[in-house]
């Protein structure tokens, strides 16, 4: 699963006019109308968060009048795409950032996880072993290991499911992230339930609720994971 909170250190990575790729810093130069529009991005991307996909819209599509195709700003719609169930619209805002910064892993991961909701699952698993092999910057590294994890947790084709492969990235990225992560903890749970050592499950998906500071919208979603968890079922393929 996507974070939420993936997002914000994004923007906020951005907003500070630095990114990274490998080991190496890259300066995005930013003029007051790329400071307005990593403003707006960071707003959507916290409204996104929150579940409020009206207000993140009207941000960005502010964002895109100040300055059309800023590949940031692309990033941010192509979540809000999703939100909405317009995957191929989706798919070419990340082709087109990627295309103007080809490391932004994130966008990347994005692509991967539409194609998922496509039913292209050997094109999601290539992209995610791909992302993986890169070893970009560790917190990102954290995100496509957690994100392959939960594909092969829940994948709808039961072919593409991999529990002990699942259990093993979900603990890498926990790991990477010293276990301050709910989302990547959640899907530890998850990898767990797909080997059917569902005690596991309940106790991560207990850890990852009991975490402080999670969204309500997040909360909700581990309430309804240790629920199945309990009953011993794995997560259905459609969550």
Known sequence: ??????????????????????????????????????????????????????????????????????????????????????????????????????GCVEAALLRANINVRLGKYADALKEFNYLVSLQPRRVTLARALSDRAW??????????????????????????????DEDMIDTLAAAYAETGDFDSAVQYASQALAMKGISSESAKVFREHLAWFQQRKRVPASK
Request: aromatic share 6%; net charge positive.
């Open 1 to 102: 699963m996507m974070s939420g909170r993936a997002v914000a250190l994004l923007i906020a990575t951005l907003a500070c006019a630095t990114v990274v790729r490998g080991n190496v810093p890259i300066i995005v130069q930013t003029g007051a109308h790329q400071r307005a529009v990593m403003k707006l991005c960071g707003d959507a991307s916290d409204q996104l968060r929150n579940g409020d996909i009206a207000g993140a819209k009207r941000n960005m599509d502010a964002a895109l009048h100040i300055v059309p195709k800023l590949w940031p700003a692309l990033y941010v719609r192509a979540q809000i795409f999703r939100k909405e169930g317009k995957y191929q619209l989706a798919i070419q805002d990340c082709n087109e950032a990627l295309r103007q910064y080809p």
């Open 151 to 180: 594909f092969q947790a829940t994948c709808p084709d039961s072919s593409f499911r991999n529990g002990q492969q699942a259990v093993k990235d979900a603990k890498a990225a926990c790991s990477i992230m010293r276990w301050k």
